[in-house]
Every structure is written in structure tokens, then in C-alpha cells.
């Protein structure tokens, strides 16, 4: 083979492998949570439903200056599904924040002064509560860490415990996934 016949071989089978990879910006969480796109899937999303779901994140990045890939997935949650054509009235997401989590909630003064960084977090838990989400912390997490209200970003609800929010959520229609 000669190298011209070579590079468009290549050039193909790349064109190829980028088109099957697409990615897709998000349209309801502009700065996180960016997605694939899916050509043609089998199973194909609903878009005339409504799809509630509360997020169960314990764990955190091993890295202080890494965001909570955790918290990412309620972004791209949003993202995918509004790239499918749902509108964000028809999405409602919760997450609730327990166990090592407990520091991805914190403001920036007082992450920065506990890990020497500012919170990477921050951002995205406004985003999404701007778009509706409800961010919630564990009360029985927040007092064994004894964290109050003006450590936690403003955007995050208290409850009496992520059981309590879990059951109450649940109990409202909200499917349950955790991580």
C-alpha cells in the first residue's frame, strides 16, 4: 500500500471513531456534565415522560482539587435527557450528601481553609440548583462533622438524615440510585 491509500484509510477509520464518540454539550448544565451521543439506541428514552431521581452520594474524589464525579452524574442526568428533546420540567433531581461527601458541600472559605483549595463543587451544586435540583445534607453527617449552615454552600438543604430525605423522596415518586 502506498501512504496516500494509508492516510485515507486512517483518516476514514478515524472519522469513523469520532462519529460513533460524539460528545454533546449540555443545554441545561452548560459548564459540567457533558455527555455522548447515542445514534440510534434500542432502548429509546421516553421524552414525553417525567422522570424523577434522587442520587445517593457517599464517596468523593481522593484529590481536593478534583470535583465529585458523583455529583457530575446528576449534570449529565439533566444534559442527556434534555439533549434527547425533554424539557426541564419534565426532569427533577435530588442528591443527597452523606458519609466522605460531606466536604463537597462545604462554602469556599471553609473548604479552602480545610484543604488549601478552593471547593471544586462549588460551582456545579449552584448550577444545579439553579436548574432545580435539591442538594441535600444529611443533618446527622453535618453535626458529626459539626458543620452549620453558614460552612455549606447556601444552595444545600438540611434534612434530619439522607435516610430520612431517601424515604421522603422515594415516597414521592423518586427512583433511587446510588453511588
Known amino acids: 500500500m502506498n501512504k496516500q491509500i494509508l492516510f485515507q484509510l486512517f483518516a476514514l477509520v478515524t472519522s469513523i471513531a469520532i462519529a460513533q464518540n460524539q460528545r454533546a454539550e449540555g443545554k441545561i448544565i452548560e459548564n459540567f456534565g457533558t455527555t455522548f451521543i447515542i445514534d440510534n439506541p ?33 449534570a449529565r442526568f439533566l444534559n442527556m435527557h434534555a439533549n434527547e428533546g425533554m424539557e426541564l420540567k419534565q426532569l427533577k433531581v435530588a442528591i443527597t450528601i452523606h458519609g466522605a461527601a460531606w466536604k463537597d458541600v462545604l462554602t469556599d472559605a471553609e473548604y479552602k481553609k480545610k484543604f488549601g483549595v ?20 444529611c443533618g446527622q453527617t453535618a453535626s458529626f462533622r459539626e458543620m452549620n449552615r453558614q460552612a455549606v454552600v447556601p444552595e444545600v438543604k438540611f434534612a434530619l438524615s439522607a435516610m430520612t430525605a ?14
Open 42 to 74: 434500542d432502548i429509546k428514552t421516553n421524552t414525553t415522560a417525567n422522570f424523577k431521581v434522587i442520587f445517593d452520594v457517599s464517596t468523593t474524589s481522593s484529590k481536593n482539587n478534583v470535583i465529585n464525579k458523583n455529583i457530575v452524574t446528576a
Open 118 to 137: 478552593v471547593n471544586p463543587n462549588s460551582k456545579l451544586i449552584k448550577e444545579l440548583n439553579k436548574a432545580g435540583a435539591d442538594i441535600i445534607i
Open 166 to 179: 431517601l424515604i421522603q423522596y422515594q415516597n414521592k415518586g423518586y427512583t433511587f440510585i446510588k453511588f
